[in-house]
């Protein structure tokens, strides 16, 4: 058989489109800062999660992640 196994991927996303890349001083060598501040309501969508995981609330944990990382897609889902 040949074709992609369940997880397998094309090429690898190093950085995301928001980040920043600011050289060090290296050559080739380049740091990626996040490109903006982390949400005000971080501790608490993250208590939230962590609530709506432990009470098995699957849609809500993948609907808060999602809230808190741009251009995440839940596993298995299309990427086209």
Do not use: N, W, Y
Request: aromatic letters at 2%; one cysteine or more.
């Amino acid at each position: 058989l040949t074709g992609l196994r369940d997880g397998e991927k094309l090429h690898e996303e190093l950085i995301s489109s928001d980040e920043e890349l600011i050289p060090v001083g290296e050559e080739k060598i380049l740091l990626a800062r996040p490109g903006g501040p982390a949400p005000r309501d971080i501790e608490q969508k993250i208590e939230a999660m962590i609530a709506s995981a432990q009470s098995g609330e699957r849609d809500r944990v993948i609907e808060i992640i999602s809230s808190l990382i741009p251009g995440f897609r839940e596993p298995g889902s299309c990427t086209s």
